[in-house]
Nanobody
């Protein structure tokens, strides 16, 4: 069984930094795109950043220049370095990945359970 587990969330003051991590584990054969999404109270889940296996990245306009997504393919882990945090970045951050398990020959999309990031003003 494949699972994604996020860590690194917490409370930080505006202007501060946090680094989120998401480790994929289980019967994994290959991981394609990985990414981070977030959902603030009362809002829909939105894309924050994605990264392909080869390292090509994509960011939401709201985080460009402040957040950096990276991954370690050997560790099946994706990271999100968040700098210059703003109160509007407060949300639950979810990890997402397209994964082929050893039990299935096709990519399936997986979500983590989320980690809360709170930015105080």
């Amino acid at each position: 069984q494949v699972q994604l587990v996020e860590s690194g969330g917490g409370l930080v003051q505006a202007g501060g930094s946090l680094r989120l991590s998401c480790a994929a584990s289980g019967s994994i054969a290959s991981i394609n795109d990985m990414g981070w999404y977030r959902q603030a109270p009362g809002n829909q889940r939105e894309l924050v950043a994605t990264i392909t296996r080869s390292g090509r990245t994509n960011y939401a306009d709201s985080v460009k220049g402040r957040f950096t997504i990276s991954r370690d393919n050997a560790k099946n882990t994706v990271y999100l370095q968040m700098n210059s945090l703003k109160p509007e970045d407060t949300a639950v951050y979810y990890c997402n990945a397209d994964i082929i398990s050893v039990r299935s020959p096709v990519f399936a999309n997986y979500w983590g359970k989320g980690t809360l990031v709170t930015v105080s003003s």
